[in-house]
T-cell receptor, first 113, second 112 residues
Framework: QKEVEQNSGPLSVPEGAIASLNCTYS??????FFWYRQYSGKSPELIMS????GDKEDGRFTAQLNKASQYVSLLIRDSQPSDSATYLC?????????????FGTGTKLQVIP | DVKVTQSSRYLVKRTGEKVFLECVQD?????MFWYRQDPGLGLRLIYF???????EKGDIPEGYSVSREKKERFSLILESASTNQTSMYLC???????????FGPGTRLLVL
């Protein structure tokens, strides 16, 4: 089982719709969760972090965390063509005595005008 | 504004060459990381450093080494480049105790 798992997509949604991106993780005691956006040919940039169960909203983005189910998701409301990118889920995990952030392979989102 | 810079955007090297990839950050971050990114495999951690002169192996350190002589600079070294090291290399930094990583623009390395 991968430590951080995402569906690679592509996930295609029409402009104005809600895009739902999902991620599961294996380390039960992980405490910190992140969503990064990566445009084609560019480096990842952080868009959301979440630490507690429940929802966290920031503009059109909502991160949802369920630690019991080891599941974190990102909702993008009113999707725009400019949201087309790969979204990386990242989880802070223990590894060899250190805390390190482990990334999923990413979900490619395509917003169709 | 955090800025992480990498010495080259594109690099072409021959098999067996020694390759140096440089990363510099200007925000006095303690933590620095080197990743490679390949299609279908995502971001994989090669090495990281939580302090000057300190280094720790990540998930795929084989064939690589690193150097951190100054806080702002973290170098990745390919001792003898091989074709399977063709990849996008990304450097990142974060403050002590911080988990948000700030990435450089990446170096696309082609080994022929």
């Amino acid at each position: 089982q991968k430590e951080v798992e995402q569906n690679s997509g592509p996930l295609s949604v029409p402009e104005g719709a809600i895009a739902s991106l999902n991620c599961t993780y294996s380390d039960r005691v992980s405490q910190s969760f992140f969503w990064y956006r990566q445009y084609s040919g560019k480096s990842p940039e952080l868009i959301m972090s979440i630490y507690s169960n429940g929802d966290k909203e920031d503009g059109r983005f909502t991160a949802q965390l369920n630690k019991a189910s080891q599941y974190v998701s990102l909702l993008i409301r009113d999707s725009q063509p400019s949201d087309s990118a790969t979204y990386l889920c990242a989880v802070n995990m223990r590894s060899g005595g250190y805390q390190k952030v482990t990334f999923g392979t990413g979900t490619k989102l395509q917003v169709i005008p | 504004d955090v800025k992480v810079t990498q010495s080259s955007r594109y690099l072409v090297k021959r098999t067996g060459e020694k390759v140096f990839l440089e990363c510099v950050q200007d925000m006095d971050h303690e933590n620095m990381f080197w990743y490679r990114q390949d299609p279908g495999l995502g971001l994989r951690l090669i090495y990281f450093s939580y302090d000057v002169k300190m280094k720790e192996k990540g998930d795929i350190p084989e064939g690589y080494s690193v150097s951190r002589e100054k806080k702002e600079r973290f170098s990745l070294i390919l001792e003898s480049a091989s074709t399977n090291q063709t990849s996008m290399y990304l450097c990142a930094s974060s403050p002590a105790g911080g988990e948000t990583q700030y990435f450089g623009p990446g170096t696309r390395l082609l080994v022929l």
